[in-house]
């Protein structure tokens, strides 16, 4: 996924007001062993991409003024009631090093689940997603959560995910094992076990 912008020489709140007049977002790009630069990037396009779930837990090219780089996005600021992008910022990434990135959750099969087919239970999300840490090349754009085997009742944790090679959760490094999902009966409904009897 390719970005494009353009150097920004001119800084400042009054400056940045202006350049989004322009249709225009002020950002900054930084990290790795060279200083920050200050960039500018189209509006729309940049208010479009940020719809995209993939925008938020790739590696992106960005293109400033020809010249490409790879980078996470990091951080972006919206207008407190219009529809407008204030800022964004992206940080180099070295290919050679781990980064530390959440990506989202992508829960699968909850309909076959039993909790769900038998009982009629209700899936919650207690995670929607994960921090992980890989290196830029093993980056996935999301994890998967199956929830086939799920009954009423139980959870499913951190360690029982199926992780891409090279990826790791940065809480199960910790030695923290949360619940991602779960089912829950409504009140007056059976549980599984009622229902086999």
């Known amino acids: ?8 020489d001119v800084q400042g709140k009054g400056a940045s007001r202006r350049l989004r007049r322009t249709g225009k977002t002020p950002g900054v790009i930084y990290g790795g062993d060279k200083p920050a630069v200050n960039i500018q990037l189209d509006h729309n396009a940049l208010y479009y991409a940020l719809k995209r779930e993939s ?39 070295d290919k050679n090093h781990k980064i530390h990135v959440s990506v989202p959750l992508h829960f699968i099969n909850a309909d076959i689940a039993p909790g769900v087919k ?32 799920l009954a009423a009742g139980h959870s499913i944790h951190l360690s029982e995910l199926t992780l891409p090679a090279g990826v790791e959760a940065v809480l ?9 999902a779960t089912i829950t009966v409504p009140r007056g409904a059976a549980t599984e076990e009622e229902v086999a009897v």
């Not at 209700?122 to 992980?132: D, K, P, Q, R, Y």
């Not at 199960?172 to 991602?180: M, Q, T």
């Open 1 to 8: 996924m390719e970005v494009i912008a353009q150097k920004r």
């Open 55 to 93: 925008f938020h837990a790739s590696v992106l090219t960005i293109a400033v003024d020809g010249e490409k780089e790879a980078v996470l996005l990091r951080d972006f600021v919206m207008h407190p009631f219009r529809i407008e992008v204030q800022h964004v910022d992206f940080q180099r990434v």
């Open 118 to 149: 038998l009982t009629g239970g209700n899936v919650s999300h207690i995670m929607t997603e994960l921090a992980v840490s890989c290196l830029a090349e093993n980056l996935p754009e999301f994890v998967e959560v199956d929830l086939s085997g």
């Open 172 to 180: 199960l490094v910790k030695g923290e094992d949360p619940a991602v």
